[in-house]
């Protein structure tokens, strides 16, 4: 059974940056046949698919091209786990957060979820 | 981007009666087109995947189907526990977009 472990702080500051990780178990980040997303919800917003990383032979990222200046997804094969960065974070970056695991298309496992908070 | 749109916004059901969910999207996707379900404080869940396949463990009175531009996912019989917000996702190419949901209610 696939699990998804989120951790990080719920409170970040204006301008700083956000930082959470996901520990996956039941699989391995390094999986040829899976990828591994942050996607955000805010009531604004929906749901938000923010960026993935995965690998085919070598490492391979995409990025929502509204985040692309400001975002970092990492996997950390020592730990099987992958992280997410944030740059620069404004209000508009309140939101919950996730990580899920993709196959065949589909978000198949997700985390519990991080509510961040922007705020002074 | 592609742009999925779904009807209604909100459905009010009594305990057995079927419910029907669309989405559309805003040019073809073929089949990749998911379905997930989320409750209050929870994360979604997997419904239907590839328009028409079940995610493993979930009920059968759940159902898609659909291709192209216009897909619909199907409660058979709904249940008290089905109340809940319901969203569609496409695949087919990046960014990866979700419809803004639909809430399902019992009455």
């Known amino acids: 059974q696939v699990q998804l472990q989120q951790s990080g702080p719920g409170l970040v500051k204006p301008s700083q940056t956000l930082s959470l990780t996901c520990a996956i178990s039941?699989?391995?980040?390094?999986?040829?046949?899976?990828?591994w997303s942050w996607i955000r919800q805010s009531p604004s917003r929906g749901l938000e698919w923010l960026g993935r990383?995965?690998?085919?032979?070598?490492?391979?990222?995409d990025y929502a091209v509204s985040l692309k200046s400001r975002i970092t997804i990492n996997p950390d094969t020592s730990k099987n786990q992958f992280s997410l960065q944030l740059d620069s974070v404004t209000p508009d970056d309140t939101a919950l957060y996730y990580c899920?695991?993709?196959?065949?298309?589909?978000?198949?496992?997700w985390g519990q979820g991080t509510l961040v908070t922007v705020s002074s | 981007e592609i742009v999925l749109t779904q009807s209604p916004d909100f459905q009010s059901v009594t305990p057995k009666e079927k419910v029907t969910i669309t989405c559309r999207a805003s040019?073809?996707?073929?089949?990749?087109l998911h379905w997930y379900q989320q409750k209050p404080d929870q994360s979604p869940k997997l419904l239907i995947k590839?328009?028409?396949q079940s995610f493993s463990g979930v009920p059968s009175r759940f159902s898609g189907s659909g291709s192209g531009t216009d897909f619909t996912l199907t409660i058979n019989s709904l249940e008290a526990e089905d109340a809940a917000m319901y969203y569609c996702?496409?695949?087919?190419?990046?960014?990866?977009?979700f419809g803004p949901g639909t809430k399902v209610d019992i009455k």
């Open positions: 590839y328009a028409s």
């Open positions: 899920a695991r993709q196959r065949e298309g589909s978000f198949d496992y």
């Open positions: 990383t995965y690998y085919r032979s070598q490492w391979y990222n």
């Open positions: 040019q073809s996707i073929g089949s990749s």
């Open positions: 039941g699989d391995s980040v390094s999986s040829n046949s899976a990828a």
């Open positions: 996702h496409q695949s087919s190419s990046l960014p990866f977009t």
